[in-house]
């Protein structure tokens, strides 16, 4: 079974950055492939960003336009997702997900294990 525990959620004005963390635990990190989603009030979960288990490759939906950056270090257990310039769009809970396979994957379905979230909120 895969822990995961998320951080760094908060309220920051529109332009403004914040820093996601993750940390894993129960499972060897380097053969997780992890993500970032989020889900806004009123709307589905969407997929913002992932990352291929060694960490060489990061996927990232349209909408995040070069503003978000995913990271990881398997020597820390640890997933993080920059995000800068923040617009009040991206306001909404956002979840760490692992899945146990390579990684890069959009889809939802694809992650085993889920974080609780933590809130982000953009205000102008």
């Known amino acids: 079974q895969v822990q995961l525990v998320e951080s760094g959620g908060g309220l920051v004005q529109a332009g403004g950055s914040l820093r996601l963390s993750c940390a894993a635990s129960?499972?060897?990190?380097?053969?997780?492939?992890m993500a970032w989603f989020r889900r806004a009030a009123g709307k589905e979960r969407e997929f913002v960003a992932a990352i291929t288990r060694g960490g060489s490759t990061a996927y990232y939906a349209d909408f995040v336009n070069g503003r978000f950056t995913i990271s990881r270090d398997n020597s820390k257990n640890t997933v993080w997702v920059q995000m800068d310039n923040l617009e009040r769009e991206d306001t909404a809970v956002y979840f760490c997900a692992a899945a146990v396979a390579s990684g890069g994957s959009s889809d939802s379905n694809d992650y085993q294990y889920w974080g609780q979230g933590t809130q982000v909120t953009v205000s102008a």
């Open positions: 129960g499972r060897a990190f380097s053969t997780l492939g």
